[in-house]
């Protein structure tokens, strides 16, 4: 993901029809800075305390679910239930690894496509949906290895 300046994240905010405060841009900042790690709130806040030590875990929370409810940031639940934050809004599913705690983007328009109409096909009455997502969850095989997705041809 790329690295934005400190202007485009306040644009970024407030296209999203948020007040650019000081604290919200450190926030979404963090997220950002954090985006392959999928961070929690707490991690969140342990990565902006040092700079910032008049920032409190409440704030941060309160600017991530503003970020989520404006589509800023996604929430992502793992296995514990926890809430973790992707900076990623484009649609893409996860990959949940167990036993290293990992959550992996996997983007794959091919299954995008098959998902939306799968869902489509059953017309759901009064439900709008949003977006649609797959969450893998299992273990790595070997944990000090990284997961690889091939293409299967046919």
């Known amino acids: 993901m790329q690295q934005l300046t400190r202007q485009e994240v306040h644009q970024r905010i407030a296209a999203a029809g948020l007040k650019a405060t000081s604290q919200?841009?450190?926030?979404?900042?963090?997220?950002?800075?954090?985006?392959?790690?999928?961070?929690?709130?707490e991690e969140v806040y342990?990565?902006?305390?040092?700079?910032?030590?008049?920032?409190?875990l409440g704030t941060v929370y309160k600017a991530l679910d503003a970020?989520?409810?404006?589509?800023?940031?996604?929430?992502?639940?793992?296995?514990?239930s926890g809430k973790r934050y992707d900076a990623n809004t484009?649609?893409?599913?996860?990959i949940y690894c167990s036993n290293t705690k990992e959550i992996i983007d996997f983007e794959d328009p091919e299954l995008?496509?098959?998902?939306?109409?799968?869902?489509?096909?059953?017309?759901?009455s009064n439900f709008e949906i949003k977006s649609v997502a797959v969450q893998l969850t299992g273990n790595k095989v070997e944990p000090d290895k990284q997961i690889s997705i091939s293409q299967v041809t046919k």
């Open 24 to 41: 919200r841009m450190v926030v979404y900042e963090a997220v950002l800075e954090l985006h392959d790690h999928h961070p929690t709130a």
């Open 46 to 56: 342990q990565q902006l305390k040092p700079a910032n030590p008049s920032i409190s």
């Open 67 to 80: 970020f989520v409810e404006h589509n800023l940031v996604l929430r992502v639940l793992s296995e514990e």
């Open 90 to 94: 484009m649609p893409h599913s996860h």
């Open 112 to 124: 995008e496509q098959l998902l939306a109409t799968f869902f489509r096909k059953r017309a759901m």
